[in-house]
C-alpha cells in the first residue's frame, strides 16, 4: 500500500494536496508533518514511507542541508521538494543533494499528480520554466563523471564502438552505463536521452 509524508507549514496547502492525492491514490495512507522536528518523528513512528513530500522553506530553515537528518533516520527515504520558486539554480541545489523531483506549488494538481506518479515509477521529476524550456541543471546534480563523459561523446555523434575506445572500457559496459542514462532522464532511447540533455544544460 503507497505510504506517503507531506511536510508544509502551510496547512492550507498541505490539506488540500492531500485531498488530491486520497482522490487520485485512493489505496493510498497520507501522514502530515508542519514542522522538522514533526518530520523526524513521523519518519520514526512510520517509516517506509514510499515517497516525502517536502516544503522547501520550512520555519527555520534557509536551505536543504538538513536532509541528511532524514536520511540518517530512514537511509531508503525518497525526498522530491515542493516549492513556490523553481528557479534553476533552486532547482540545481536540490537534485545535487539527491532529492528525486522538485515540483512547483505553481502546478495544476493533475500535473502535480503526474510528476509524484513519475517519481513513485522510479523517475526524476524537473519542472518546466514557464517558457516551456527545462531550467539548466548543473551535470554533477543528475549524472556523474563517467555517465557524463559517454553521454558527452554520444551527443558528439560517437558510436558505442567510439566510446568504448575513447574510454578504455568494453561495449557491453557503455551500453550497461546507457541504460542507467536512459532511467535517469526517463528517456526511451540514445537521441532522446541526448535531446533531454541538451534541454538540462549537461551538454551542449
Known amino acids: 500500500m503507497l505510504k506517503l509524508l507531506i511536510a508544509d507549514d502551510h496547512l492550507l496547502f498541505m490539506e488540500g494536496l492531500a485531498l488530491v492525492l486520497r482522490d487520485r491514490f485512493p489505496n493510498c495512507i497520507i501522514h502530515q508533518a508542519s514542522h522538522l522536528p514533526e518530520v523526524k518523528q513521523q519518519l520514526r513512528d512510520h517509516t517506509p514511507f514510499d515517497l516525502l513530500l517536502l516544503d522547501r522553506t520550512m520555519p527555520g530553515v534557509d536551505n536543504l542541508q ?107 559496459t557503455v551500453k550497461q552505463q546507457f541504460h542507467t542514462i536512459l532511467k535517469t532522464l526517463d528517456a526511451y532511447n540514445r537521441t532522446q536521452a541526448i535531446q533531454k540533455a541538451r534541454l538540462l544544460g549537461l551538454v551542449s
Do not use: C
Open 66 to 172: 538538513h536532509l541528511q537528518a532524514f536520511w540518517d533516520i530512514a537511509p531508503d527515504l525518497r525526498i522530491a521538494v515542493i516549492s513556490a520558486t523553481d528557479a534553476p539554480h533552486y532547482i540545481q541545489e536540490a537534485l545535487s543533494l539527491g532529492v528525486v523531483g522538485f515540483i512547483s506549488k505553481a502546478s495544476t494538481p493533475d500535473s502535480m499528480v503526474m510528476a509524484i506518479q513519475h517519481i513513485l515509477q522510479g523517475g526524476i521529476y524537473i519542472p518546466e520554466l514557464p517558457n516551456g524550456v527545462h531550467g539548466k541543471v548543473s551535470d554533477q546534480a543528475l549524472l556523474p563523471p563517467r555517465l557524463l563523459e559517454i553521454l558527452t561523446l554520444a551527443a558528439n555523434g560517437s558510436s558505442n564502438k567510439q566510446i568504448a575506445a575513447s574510454l578504455a572500457i568494453t561495449e557491453g
